[in-house]
């Protein structure tokens, strides 16, 4: 059982930054897959970045060269560091954690969430 907890949320203005970090315990996460979810107010859920056991990543094409993925596995730490953001970026943000090395399902461990506010 992995337990997930988000923070480095926060209020920005637009063109700003944040760094969401998503620390893990109840088991090391060097073998999952990781990745950064978000849902903002009357919209679905939708996936941000992941990170393959290897280091690989993906993005969702609206924060691609603006998002950046990263983990260490000796902290047990998942990363996301949010530049240019925008206020279409406001969003509840998850980190999830999925029982393989490749993300290529459904994820199995969730966190609470913590809140992206960009203002404009």
């Known amino acids: 059982q992995v337990q997930l907890v988000e923070s480095g949320g926060g209020s920005v203005q637009a063109g700003g930054s944040l760094r969401l970090s998503c620390a893990a315990s109840?088991?090391?996460?060097?073998?999952?897959?990781l990745g950064w979810f978000r849902q903002a107010p009357g919209k679905e859920r939708e996936g941000v970045a992941f990170i393959n056991s290897d280091g690989s990543t993906s993005y969702a094409g609206s924060v691609k060269g603006r998002f950046s993925v990263s983990r260490d596995n000796a902290k047990n730490t998942l990363y996301l560091q949010m530049n240019s953001l925008k206020p279409e970026d406001t969003a509840l943000y998850y980190c999830?954690?999925?029982?393989?090395?490749?993300?290529?399902?459904?994820?199995?461990?969730w966190g609470q969430g913590t809140q992206v506010t960009v203002s404009s």
């Open positions: 109840g088991s090391t996460i060097s073998t999952y897959c």
């Open positions: 999830a954690a999925a029982d393989g090395a490749y993300c290529s399902g459904g994820f199995d461990y």
